[in-house]
């Protein structure tokens, strides 16, 4: 009866120590979910170059985001995020440029573009304060998915976080055309594009 007593005894202050150190660190085995808020940004940069002119350079805005990133608060590489942006609300003070750049993404066929994000890793591991990290993720425009990787910053506060980060990708890669200027009268078009991105994401309470 005495060794049931201890071995009972021993059990229960094992059991307690063990969920004493779980509460001391209660978001280890918690991810937190925040939600893109309408102060994040997409961006294009287009290059071309016109008969008799110098180079121009276009530039669409889009604040048409949304989406949600889940990450690991004590581990951002264990993050995952899902990001949606509308292919019609691309703007730049050019109503029929617009109009163009909504036909070479074929949004009235595929009215999204999704970036759904794989990993992340340290940009520099040896310097743990360091918030740059390289994002791999399948970025999906005009129904054509396809693996990239770039480096990303991220900012965090006690509910907010912000992630700026940049890509230049070709428009081959998704099935597209360069888009045209000045009524279509174009010597050269760059055969790629400048993406950029500032997504701003608020803790979900």
């Known amino acids: 009866m005495y060794k049931i007593s201890i071995i009972i005894i021993g059990l229960t202050v094992a059991i307690f ?3 004493n150190q779980d509460n001391k660190n209660p978001k280890s085995q ?3 979910n925040y939600h893109v808020s309408n102060n994040s940004m997409v961006e294009y940069v287009a290059e071309t170059e016109m008969f008799f002119l110098f180079g121009s350079t276009i530039n669409g805005k889009n604040s048409s985001v ?8 004590l581990n951002l ?12 609300g691309f703007t730049s003070c050019n109503d029929s440029r617009d109009e163009h750049i ?4 074929k949004s009235k066929t595929h009215p999204q573009i999704i970036f759904i994000l794989d990993s992340l890793s340290k940009l520099n591991s040896t310097d743990q304060s360091n918030n740059g ?3 791999v993720g399948s970025l999906t425009v005009n129904g054509i998915k396809k693996l990239l990787s770039f480096p990303v910053v991220i900012n965090r506060s006690s509910n907010e976080i912000k992630i700026f980060g940049e890509i230049e990708v070709l428009y081959s890669d998704f099935g597209m055309e360069p888009p045209t200027v000045g009524g279509g009268v174009v ?3 760059k055969e790629s594009i400048l993406l950029k991105a500032s997504i701003v994401a608020h803790e979900t309470k």
């Open 102 to 105: 909504a036909e070479i993404l």
């Open 30 to 32: 918690e991810h937190t």
């Open 66 to 73: 949304t989406g949600v990133i889940n990450l690991d608060p």
């Open 17 to 19: 120590g063990q969920i």
């Open 77 to 88: 590489v264990n993050s995952a995020a899902k990001i949606i942006i509308d292919a019609n």
């Open 133 to 135: 990290f390289i994002a």
């Open 187 to 189: 010597k050269d078009a």
